[in-house]
Nanobody, 114 residues
Framework: QVQLVESGGGLVQAGGSLRLSCAAS????????MAWYRQAPGKQRELVAR???????NYADSVKGRFTVSRDNAKNTVYLQMNSLKPEDTAVYYC????????WGQGTQVTVSS
């Protein structure tokens, strides 16, 4: 069972940037789709970005043009570069496969102040 550890969150002002990392305890080189999800208080978890082994990416409309997902299979790590952050991006961010296969990690809190 691969374990996923997210990091890089924090408190940032609106318009700022953060880079999240997701380190997997095992190889992700055979996993087709890795994804970032987020869950805001009182809301359901939602998928915000996904990336295939071939580097093809998809984004939720709410983050398109501001977030960039990438992966480094040699390091078993997935990244999420978040720019032009908005208060509505405040949430706990998680990574997993798409569709989800592994247990959720602890996530990393992102708080964007206005």
């Amino acid at each position: 069972q691969v374990q996923l550890v997210e990091s890089g969150g924090g408190l940032v002002q609106a318009g700022g940037s953060l880079r999240l990392s997701c380190a997997a305890s095992g190889s992700i080189s055979s996993i087709n789709v890795m994804a970032w999800y987020r869950q805001a208080p009182g809301k359901q978890r939602e998928l915000v970005a996904r990336i295939t082994l071939g580097g093809y990416t998809n984004y939720a409309d709410s983050v398109k043009g501001r977030f960039t997902v990438s992966r480094d299979n040699a390091k078993n790590t997935v990244y999420l570069q978040m720019n032009s952050l908005k208060p509505e991006d405040t949430a706990v961010y998680y990574c997993n496969t798409d569709p989800r296969h592994y247990s959720w990690g602890q996530g990393t809190q992102v708080t964007v102040s206005s």
